[in-house]
Each structure stands twice: as structure tokens, then as C-alpha cells.
């Protein structure tokens, strides 16, 4: 008897452009383990923000957008998950999600100053979250696969291997500009 065919695996939640993989690099660095919290507004507006691990209390119920692997380059899909310095997970508000669990958050990097409280202030840079809308096939799936929250995370539990590309090389590779597509 034949089995059932796999269920297909839910779009990841979370991009990153190598730029903003490139600077998490570079501030991983300069200040060791690094971890990120998607801002729900107030003195910095609703941006990324980077901290050095453990240097900004996640919540029990914010959740995990994903967990960003810097040993990972453009194109490439993940083994295993990272661990220690290579590992950045990627946080967001349990309310703010909800606003924005359907949409893909990319990770960028722009020129200008970063938000006060942010590590890349003083790099002439600042991170970006730009969004793609699901599908309406991606949004069911992702109804199967609830998100990790903080409480989770806490107890040891951590995300699945994506079988997803995570790194791409521009922004308009994982969310396109209306109009600038080829036709």
C-alpha cells in the first residue's frame, strides 16, 4: 500500500538579503551572539532591531519569525539549524504577528541611521523589513504549522529545518515591486 504523499512544507516566515546578512556579520563580530525583535512602533518605529543575545527580554508570547543562519549565502537551503554565533532568531510581538501573519517579512539594509537602541546605528546603516503577501495556498499551509513563542523557545523547543531559500540576494527577489517585474 502506498503511503500518502508529503504534505508540502510551509513557505518560511522570514528572508533575509545578503546585505542584512552580511552586516549581521559584521556586528556578530564586533559584539558576539546576536538576536533581532521586529519593533511594534514606539520611540524607533515599527523596524528590526538588533541586540546582542539575551540583551532584550522576548516575551512568552512573542513569537519566533525565524532563525537567521550566517553561515548560509545566496540561494543556499539549510541542513541543520544554526547554532551558537551562526544563529539569530528573529522575534515579533504576539500582537504585531497577528497584523502581520500574512506576510513574509525580508530583511534588509539601507543607508541611513538606525533606530537609538539598534547595534548598526553608528554603521551609516539601518535594517528594513519589507513584506510579500502569501498566497492564499501559503496562508493555509502556514494554519497547520503554528509559529514557536517565546514560552516554547524557552523550553528548549526550536523550529523545524526549512526546506526554504532564506537568503536572497536583492529584496525584489523575494517580494516584487509591482511594474519592475519582467515580462
Request: hydrophobic share 40%.
Amino acid at each position: 500500500m502506498a503511503g500518502r504523499p508529503a504534505a508540502p512544507a510551509p513557505p518560511a516566515r522570514l528572508r533575509a538579503t545578503a546585505g542584512a546578512m552580511e552586516l549581521l556579520c559584521r556586528l556578530g563580530g564586533i559584539h558576539g551572539e546576536l538576536m533581532m525583535h521586529q519593533s511594534g512602533g514606539c520611540c524607533d518605529g515599527s523596524s528590526p532591531m538588533c541586540y546582542p543575545a539575551g540583551e532584550f527580554i522576548v516575551g512568552d508570547r512573542d513569537v519566533l519569525l525565524g532563525l537567521l543562519d550566517l553561515r548560509l549565502g545566496v540561494g543556499d537551503i539549510p541542513d541543520d539549524l544554526p547554532e551558537g554565533s551562526d544563529a539569530v532568531p528573529v522575534w515579533i510581538s504576539g500582537s504585531q504577528f497577528q497584523a502581520w501573519k500574512h506576510t513574509q517579512l525580508v530583511l534588509d539594509v539601507v543607508p541611513g541611521r538606525g533606530g537609538g537602541f539598534s547595534l548598526e546605528s553608528p554603521e551609516g546603516v539601518r535594517f528594513l523589513s519589507r513584506g510579500r503577501a502569501y498566497t492564499a495556498i501559503e496562508n493555509d499551509l502556514l494554519e497547520q504549522y503554528p509559529p514557536l513563542v517565546g514560552l516554547d523557545w524557552e523550553e528548549g523547543r526550536r523550529p523545524e529545518v526549512p526546506d526554504d531559500i532564506l537568503v536572497v540576494a536583492e529584496a525584489a527577489d523575494a517580494c516584487p515591486v509591482p511594474g519592475m517585474l519582467q515580462g
